[in-house]
């Protein structure tokens, strides 16, 4: 990093040079076009279980680079991605694999993009569950539309305690509905939010310690590295363990401060400080 983060182009996990050009034909321009095609090229394992395919297929939400999910997807079907997948040619994945199939599409196109990690409170009444999304500007200059392409099409959504609830538009998330790792931080440390809603789905997963580590991931993730949600460096395992102490919230505290300036060079600067920068075992 130089002191700016360019989101137009891809970062280490969303590199598409090695896709053959002939699967990202006739991409669209439209960022709301694009939003729209993971929901037809990626399917949760919940989902895809009830199809019973092949064991080995699990495997593919392990999969952290675009390009790779993008070949499996070729290996299950080789039309262009522009093309809907039945549910059963789908590369399985998480959340977070949608967000990031979208973004390294998005940025394909020129348009600046990034993943966000945090906590959508639209699943389930009272609860804020782990979840990715994708932030695009529809043009230079212009404020960031935060989008979830895994629920786009999805117009009648749970209120969110968080904010208004609610979408009209399916294209954008309102206030409230998602909130980034550093944003659920201040709501909690201001005594505005319960940790104990935050946390994993089907988990014993909730408190403080599921905000801290999406803090972390949210902050890679806009260094344009965008991990899976199940990986833990620097003191990520020790904070799981609650054995980290004031100094290390202090941290998080920098961090939710940090992301929420929106400022490419202090992001890029504390990124590259401490023990937060991403590990190159990760991005593989």
């Known amino acids: 990093m130089t002191g700016t983060i360019d989101y137009t ?15 990202l034909a006739d991409l669209p321009e439209d960022p709301a076009a694009i939003l729209r095609l993971a929901q037809h090229l990626v399917i949760q394992p919940g989902d895809a279980g009830q ?7 699990f495997g593919e939400n392990q999969f952290r680079p675009a390009a790779r999910l993008i070949r499996a997807l070729l290996a299950l079907d080789p039309s262009p991605l522009t ?13 977070r694999h949608f967000a990031v199939l979208t973004c390294a599409l998005l940025r394909h196109r020129g348009i600046a993009a990034r993943v966000r990690c945090g906590f959508g409170a639209y699943f389930q009444p009272g609860l804020a569950l782990d979840h990715w999304v994708v932030e695009f500007r529809p043009a230079a200059g212009a404020p960031w539309v935060r989008a979830d392409p895994e629920t786009i099409a999805v117009t009648t959504l749970p209120p969110s305690p968080f904010g208004p609830g609610g979408r009209p538009d399916p294209a954008a998330l309102r206030p409230g509905e998602f909130l980034t790792g550093g944003e659920a931080w201040v709501l909690f440390r201001a005594g505005r939010a319960d940790a104990a809603v935050f946390g994993v789905p089907g988990t014993e997963n909730f408190g403080p310690a599921e905000i801290r580590g999406n803090a972390i991931r949210d902050l890679a993730a806009l260094n344009r590295v965008e991990i899976l949600p199940w990986d833990e460096w620097g003191r990520m395992e020790a904070s799981y363990q609650d054995r980290t102490g004031p100094g290390y919230d ?13 400022d490419p060079a202090a992001v890029a600067a504390l990124y590259k400080s401490e023990d937060l920068e991403v590990p190159p075992t990760l991005l593989l």
Not at 51 to 57: A, D
Not at 85 to 95: A, F, H, L, M, S
């Open 250 to 262: 202090a941290l998080i505290d920098t961090i939710a401060a940090t992301c929420a300036t929106d």
């Open 83 to 95: 093309v809907a997948r039945p549910p059963e040619r789908r590369v399985i994945g998480t959340c």
């Open 9 to 23: 182009s891809p970062g280490p996990l969303t590199d598409l040079a090695t896709i053959d050009r002939g699967a």
């Open 51 to 57: 199809l019973s395919p092949p064991p080995g297929r």
